[in-house]
Protein backbone atom coordinates (compact mmCIF):
# COMPACT_ATOMS: atom_id res chain seq x y z
CA UNK A 1 0.00 0.00 0.00
CA UNK A 2 1.34 3.36 -0.57
CA UNK A 3 1.98 5.04 2.32
CA UNK A 4 1.92 8.85 0.36
CA UNK A 5 -1.51 8.39 -0.96
CA UNK A 6 -3.42 11.42 -0.02
CA UNK A 7 -7.09 10.51 -0.26
CA UNK A 8 -9.61 10.32 2.61
CA UNK A 9 -11.21 6.90 2.68
CA UNK A 10 -15.08 6.70 3.71
CA UNK A 11 -16.90 3.33 3.55
CA UNK A 12 -20.64 3.04 3.61
CA UNK A 13 -20.88 1.30 6.57
CA UNK A 14 -24.20 1.66 8.18
CA UNK A 15 -24.14 -1.73 10.58
CA UNK A 16 -21.15 -3.72 12.47
CA UNK A 17 -23.10 -6.71 12.16
CA UNK A 18 -22.85 -8.82 9.31
CA UNK A 19 -26.57 -9.81 9.08
CA UNK A 20 -27.78 -6.58 9.21
CA UNK A 21 -25.01 -5.03 6.65
CA UNK A 22 -25.98 -7.89 4.30
CA UNK A 23 -29.57 -6.43 3.99
CA UNK A 24 -28.64 -2.93 4.42
CA UNK A 25 -25.75 -2.90 2.14
CA UNK A 26 -26.52 -5.87 -0.29
CA UNK A 27 -22.65 -5.72 -1.55
CA UNK A 28 -21.46 -6.99 1.99
CA UNK A 29 -22.58 -10.78 1.00
CA UNK A 30 -19.64 -10.72 -1.24
CA UNK A 31 -17.29 -8.45 0.82
CA UNK A 32 -17.90 -9.51 4.40
CA UNK A 33 -17.45 -6.77 6.80
CA UNK A 34 -14.20 -8.91 8.75
CA UNK A 35 -12.41 -8.43 5.22
CA UNK A 36 -13.83 -4.66 4.50
CA UNK A 37 -12.75 -3.64 8.27
CA UNK A 38 -9.25 -5.44 8.08
CA UNK A 39 -8.30 -3.24 4.94
CA UNK A 40 -9.61 -0.10 6.55
CA UNK A 41 -7.15 -0.77 9.76
CA UNK A 42 -4.16 -1.29 6.72
CA UNK A 43 -4.96 2.17 4.92
CA UNK A 44 -5.20 3.58 8.17
CA UNK A 45 -1.71 2.52 9.41
CA UNK A 46 0.40 2.10 6.56
CA UNK A 47 -1.02 6.27 5.42
CA UNK A 48 -1.53 7.49 9.05
CA UNK A 49 -4.85 8.59 7.44
CA UNK A 50 -8.17 7.76 9.18
CA UNK A 51 -10.97 6.25 7.85
CA UNK A 52 -14.31 7.69 7.52
CA UNK A 53 -17.28 5.64 8.77
CA UNK A 54 -20.87 7.00 6.99
CA UNK A 55 -23.42 5.74 9.21
CA UNK A 56 -26.96 6.54 8.36
CA UNK A 57 -29.30 5.88 11.61
CA UNK A 58 -32.78 3.96 10.59
CA UNK A 59 -35.30 3.90 13.49
CA UNK A 60 -35.08 0.33 15.46
CA UNK A 61 -32.86 -1.28 12.47
CA UNK A 62 -28.97 -0.01 13.18
CA UNK A 63 -29.49 2.57 16.31
CA UNK A 64 -29.83 0.36 19.09
CA UNK A 65 -27.78 -0.33 22.22
CA UNK A 66 -26.32 -3.69 20.34
CA UNK A 67 -25.29 -1.80 17.61
CA UNK A 68 -23.47 0.44 19.51
CA UNK A 69 -21.48 -2.25 21.58
CA UNK A 70 -20.90 -3.71 17.64
CA UNK A 71 -19.52 -0.74 16.23
CA UNK A 72 -17.12 0.00 19.41
CA UNK A 73 -15.74 -3.69 19.09
CA UNK A 74 -15.61 -3.68 15.11
CA UNK A 75 -13.93 -1.02 14.99
CA UNK A 76 -11.46 -0.87 17.66
CA UNK A 77 -7.89 -0.44 17.23
CA UNK A 78 -8.91 1.43 13.54
CA UNK A 79 -7.73 5.46 13.41
CA UNK A 80 -11.34 6.37 12.52
CA UNK A 81 -14.19 9.01 12.22
CA UNK A 82 -18.02 8.03 12.29
CA UNK A 83 -20.24 9.94 10.93
CA UNK A 84 -24.04 9.69 11.88
CA UNK A 85 -26.29 10.37 9.17
CA UNK A 86 -30.02 11.04 10.28
CA UNK A 87 -32.58 9.40 7.51
CA UNK A 88 -33.84 11.09 4.91
CA UNK A 89 -37.30 8.96 4.05
CA UNK A 90 -37.39 8.51 0.80
CA UNK A 91 -40.79 6.98 -1.40
CA UNK A 92 -40.04 2.99 -1.32
CA UNK A 93 -41.12 -0.62 -1.40
CA UNK A 94 -39.80 -0.52 2.50
CA UNK A 95 -41.03 2.17 5.28
CA UNK A 96 -37.51 3.23 6.74
CA UNK A 97 -38.19 5.72 9.41
CA UNK A 98 -35.61 8.41 10.78
CA UNK A 99 -34.25 7.73 13.97
CA UNK A 100 -35.17 10.74 16.56
CA UNK A 101 -32.60 13.23 17.38
CA UNK A 102 -32.37 12.81 20.55
CA UNK A 103 -31.79 9.26 20.15
CA UNK A 104 -29.04 10.17 17.72
CA UNK A 105 -27.36 12.45 20.13
CA UNK A 106 -27.18 9.43 23.00
CA UNK A 107 -25.20 7.14 20.07
CA UNK A 108 -23.16 9.86 19.49
CA UNK A 109 -22.35 10.76 22.75
CA UNK A 110 -21.64 6.53 23.80
CA UNK A 111 -19.67 6.30 20.63
CA UNK A 112 -17.01 9.46 21.42
CA UNK A 113 -17.13 7.95 25.31
CA UNK A 114 -15.94 4.91 24.12
CA UNK A 115 -12.75 7.52 21.97
CA UNK A 116 -14.10 7.44 18.74
CA UNK A 117 -14.76 11.05 17.33
CA UNK A 118 -18.36 11.20 15.84
CA UNK A 119 -20.10 13.92 14.44
CA UNK A 120 -23.46 14.17 13.42
CA UNK A 121 -24.30 15.29 9.58
CA UNK A 122 -26.24 18.60 9.76
CA UNK A 123 -29.07 17.20 6.79
CA UNK A 124 -30.34 19.90 4.09
CA UNK A 125 -33.08 19.30 1.45
CA UNK A 126 -35.23 16.74 3.12
CA UNK A 127 -38.49 19.45 2.94
CA UNK A 128 -38.37 19.50 -0.83
CA UNK A 129 -37.38 16.06 -1.20
CA UNK A 130 -33.82 17.19 -2.62
CA UNK A 131 -31.70 15.76 0.86
CA UNK A 132 -28.98 13.09 0.82
CA UNK A 133 -30.47 9.87 -0.81
CA UNK A 134 -33.58 11.15 -1.90
CA UNK A 135 -33.28 12.38 -5.23
CA UNK A 136 -34.77 10.17 -7.47
CA UNK A 137 -37.56 9.76 -10.30
CA UNK A 138 -40.90 9.44 -8.85
CA UNK A 139 -43.58 8.04 -11.54
CA UNK A 140 -47.40 8.18 -11.20
CA UNK A 141 -49.16 4.73 -11.45
Not at 1 to 20: G, K, P, W, Y
Not at 37 to 62: P, Q, S, W
Not at 127 to 135: E, F, K, P, V, Y
Amino acid sequence: MNENLQITLAVSLHAADEELRNRLVPINKNNPLADLLALCKKYAHHTGRRVTFEYVMLKDINDRQEDIDNLIKRLNGIHCHINLIPHNPIYSAEKLDATPMNKIRDFQRALSDAGFPTTVRVSRGSSTAAACGQLSVMQGG
